[in-house]
């Protein structure tokens, strides 16, 4: 697609639920990166994907959270037995990926999907 | 680890005027990239604006500009002849020089909401 696509746009659902959210990164992008955005606060790291690999996850509040990217394209990202305070809303970015250098690259972003635990 | 201030939760100008967003930060790294991220009600951010700072020159995108003060570690945005469409949530964001692939992780402020009246 021409841009990142995430789905669902909206999610509501019952403390204790599992939800999937998940990320379609522009074609050829090999970065993928999820972030968290709460209510009055900025965006906040989850965990980073270069490929199919994970190489910092230090971002996952909690072990209830978990990631992963097939393909090198669509990203999932699973929270189990979802809290009141992980409504948020979820952000996805990608980029080409060329590490190394001092090239930084120019990330683009879906337009999430907000999540609501009752 | 670095942290961004946006000291002004909500800031607004009339259309046609000038405003001026602030955004301050700490580091000790001497080499590293500042941004100003735009999210319109869509949620999608997008990028206004990117310095470097080894980059003396401030960084120019049309109506928008930077006022960089590396010693202050000062970055504000300020957006000449501000348009209803730049009404919007913005977020100063920093980032690590990349070294070896490392680095590649956004440290957002909390964002400034700016309303733009006709």
């Known amino acids: 697609g021409a841009g990142v696509s995430q789905s669902p746009s909206n999610k509501v659902t019952e403390k204790g639920k599992d939800v999937e959210l998940r990320c379609d990164p522009i074609?050829?992008?090999?970065?993928l990166y999820w972030y968290r955005q709460s209510l009055g606060q900025g965006l906040e790291f989850l965990i980073y994907?270069?490929?199919?690999?994970?190489?910092?996850k230090s971002g996952l509040p909690s072990d209830r959270f978990s990631a992963e990217r097939t393909g090198g394209s669509v990203s999932t990202l699973t929270i189990q037995r979802t809290q009141q305070e992980d409504s948020a809303v979820y952000l996805c970015a990608s980029s080409l990926g060329h590490l190394g250098g001092n090239r930084v690259e120019k990330l683009f972003f879906g337009s999430g999907t907000q999540l609501s635990v009752l | 680890a670095q942290t961004v201030t946006q000291s002004q939760p909500e800031m607004s100008v009339q259309e046609a005027e000038t405003v001026t967003l602030s955004c301050t930060y700490d580091t000790s790294e001497s080499d590293y990239y500042l941004f100003w991220y735009k999210q319109p009600p869509s949620r999608q951010m997008i990028l206004v604006i990117r310095?470097?700072?080894?980059?003396?020159q401030n960084a120019t995108e049309n109506r928008f500009s930077v006022n960089f003060q590396k010693a202050a570690k000062s970055f504000s945005l300020k957006i000449s002849d501000s348009q209803l469409g730049d009404a919007a949530m913005y977020f100063c964001a920093y980032r690590s020089y990349p070294s070896g692939g490392s680095n590649y992780k956004l440290t957002f402020g909390k964002g400034t909401l700016l309303t733009v009246n006709p």
């Open positions: 310095q470097e700072a080894y980059k003396q």
């Open positions: 074609s050829g992008h090999t970065a």
């Open positions: 994907f270069q490929g199919n690999s994970a190489p910092d």
